[in-house]
């Protein structure tokens, strides 16, 4: 994949290309703050040319810069879920990150609900996924929206945190190989793709091109990287998602693995639950040590 600054600058390209304006609407806020957390619909680019995305954009009182935080929302190899799935918010953990000095933004990929488009993160059949491609677009649409948000005045270029559930955290996995100064730390729940395949509990489509794929990604990653997993997770186990980490830490990633007590009746919607993002606290601070902004950290 290539740099985060060239994606960046790809994606600034794209949103003033001609092309793009003709088919879509100026990226931008959308309507004014509201509460919690002066939250605000947004577009952001994506790959696409043709297809800005749905986001929401919380942030803490004042007029920053704050530090950015991205949260990656999971997926689906199934269409019609796709399709009717709901705007991503993840209140709780929005709120924890803002109350620790963050600017939260939360885009839905392309292919996804309201966003709509072509599903550019296809891991396509069972037997045959192609698990670093899949991983490697949907980083590249959380780069597109991260790089557009990073031009906003009240943002700090520097120090973004990357939250990745599920797929979403496999794609942030795909951009640990990125400039430290540029994203200061990545934190994963339950990363993977083809978990529960055929709605089987505990069943992963083609598990070892999965923990391949993970060792791959980390060759060359210089981001360190937060593993956090419920004990109740059905689909990337404990288990599972430990060889997942030890794969990445293989191939070079610097891991901090952690198995987090159960959560609900399915361990895996952890991070999109207020009890689940307190499961997940002590994980989390420990990840923004180095990347909280200074204001929040005195507090």
């Known amino acids: 994949m290539p740099p985060l600054k060239v994606l960046f600058a790809l994606a600034a390209v794209a949103s003033i290309s001609p092309q793009a304006a003709s088919a879509q609407a100026n990226p ?48 689906t190899q199934n269409v019609l879920r796709r399709a009717q799935m709901p705007q991503p918010h993840y209140r709780a953990l929005a709120a924890w990150l803002v109350a620790r000095g963050f600017a939260v933004l939360v885009p839905e990929r392309p292919g996804h609900g309201a966003t709509g488009g072509k599903y550019l993160e296809d891991q396509g059949g069972c037997d045959e996924a192609d698990y670093l491609r899949s991983g490697r677009a949907t980083a590249d649409a959380i780069a ?28 942030a996995l795909a951009m640990a190989k990125e400039d430290p100064k540029d994203v200061a730390a990545i ?5 993977g793709r083809g978990g529960r395949a055929n709605d089987f509990p505990n069943q992963v489509c083609a598990p070892h091109t999965l923990v391949a794929a993970a060792r791959e990604f980390g060759n060359g990653a210089r981001v360190p990287v937060t593993w956090l997993v419920a004990a109740n997770d059905s689909y990337f186990s404990p288990a ?15 891991v901090d693995f952690h198995v987090l007590p159960a959560s609900g009746g399915e361990g895996h919607w952890l991070a ?23 204001a929040a950290a005195r507090q």
């Open 28 to 75: 931008g806020a959308l309507g004014a703050e509201g509460e919690p957390g002066r939250i605000q619909q947004w577009r952001v680019p994506t790959p696409a040319p043709d297809t800005l995305a749905h986001a929401l954009l919380f942030r803490p009182p004042g007029d920053g810069p704050f530090a950015l935080a991205v949260i990656a929302h999971a997926t």
């Open 144 to 171: 597109s929206a991260a790089g557009f948000m990073r031009k906003q005045s009240f943002i700090k270029p520097s120090g973004m945190v990357i939250v990745g559930h599920s797929a979403g955290g496999w794609g």
């Open 187 to 191: 934190i994963v729940f339950a990363a």
């Open 240 to 254: 599972f998602s430990r060889q997942l980490a030890d794969a990445f830490r293989a191939g070079g990633g610097k």
């Open 272 to 294: 999109e639950t207020e009890s689940g993002v307190r499961l997940a606290a002590s994980g989390l601070d420990r990840a923004l040590r180095g990347a909280r902004p200074a």
